[in-house]
């Protein structure tokens, strides 16, 4: 079985541009969790989705985040405009319903420049 | 709301030797406790989970960790590491029955163990 997986794994950019980043959970998971490791900090929620619905946004930093999850299957976090303070490494992570347990993806490295 | 404290941001340790990460959590209420690691180039997995029950949790490979509440302690602790073992450890709490199936969590800052020859 395939495990969550993140694209891309690593993103430069620079300031001011888009970036879109993609979490495929593994299936059947209808739990998704953004989080985000700034360096030299802890790992932050950032939002839950429960199939295709929004459940908890407030680690969401500010309005140039949007999170979507289309149809309660992959999801995507799109930046714009993003700023230096965006750089750090963004994980997501899904679990199925009721379920303590969280599986993580390897991470997006995401640099702002 | 809860934090999370890792004591330690690093901890070199030889190999054979015993090993404990620290954890401390604040919490107005009950928590649910994790120790997560994060081996190089790869994602964070569990390695254990104290949800009720025995205070006193084991991982499949050596690990185990301790529930104290009134210390607020959630210690990793391995009585002789491996080479295999250096990665990035961290400690996470979440609350139960926080709405839903939100089981959010609250992670500290991390540990790194380097187990050296």
């Known amino acids: 079985e395939a495990g969550v997986t993140q694209f891309p794994s690593h993103s430069v950019i620079e300031k001011g541009q888009t970036v879109t980043l993609r979490c495929d959970p593994i299936?059947?998971?209808?739990?998704l969790y953004w989080y985000r490791r700034v360096m030299g900090k802890e790992i932050k929620f950032l939002l839950h989705f429960v199939k295709e619905s929004k459940q908890d946004e407030s680690g969401m930093p500010n309005n140039r985040f949007l999170a979507e999850r289309t149809g309660g299957t992959y999801s995507t976090l799109k930046v714009q405009p993003a700023e230096l303070e965006d750089s750090g490494v963004y994980f997501c992570a899904s679990s199925p319903t009721g379920s303590t347990e969280a599986f993580f993806g390897q991470g997006t490295r995401l640099t702002v420049v | 709301a809860q934090s999370v404290t890792q004591l330690d941001s690093q901890v070199p340790v030889f190999e054979e030797a015993p090993v404990e990460l620290r954890c401390n959590y604040s919490s107005s209420v009950s928590v649910y406790l994790f120790w997560y690691v994060q081996y190089p180039n790869q994602g964070l997995q569990l390695l254990l989970k104290y949800l009720s029950g025995s205070t006193l949790v084991e991982s499949i490979n050596g690990f185990e960790a301790e529930f104290n509440k009134s210390q607020t302690s959630f210690h990793l602790r391995k009585p002789s590491v491996h080479i295999s073992d250096t990665a990035e450890y961290f400690c996470?709490?979440?609350?139960?029955?926080?709405?839903?199936?939100?089981?959010?969590?609250?992670f500290g800052k991390g540990t790194l163990l380097t187990v050296n020859p």
């Open positions: 299936s059947g998971h209808d739990n």
């Open positions: 996470a709490v979440t609350q139960p029955y926080s709405g839903g199936s939100n089981y959010k969590l609250t």
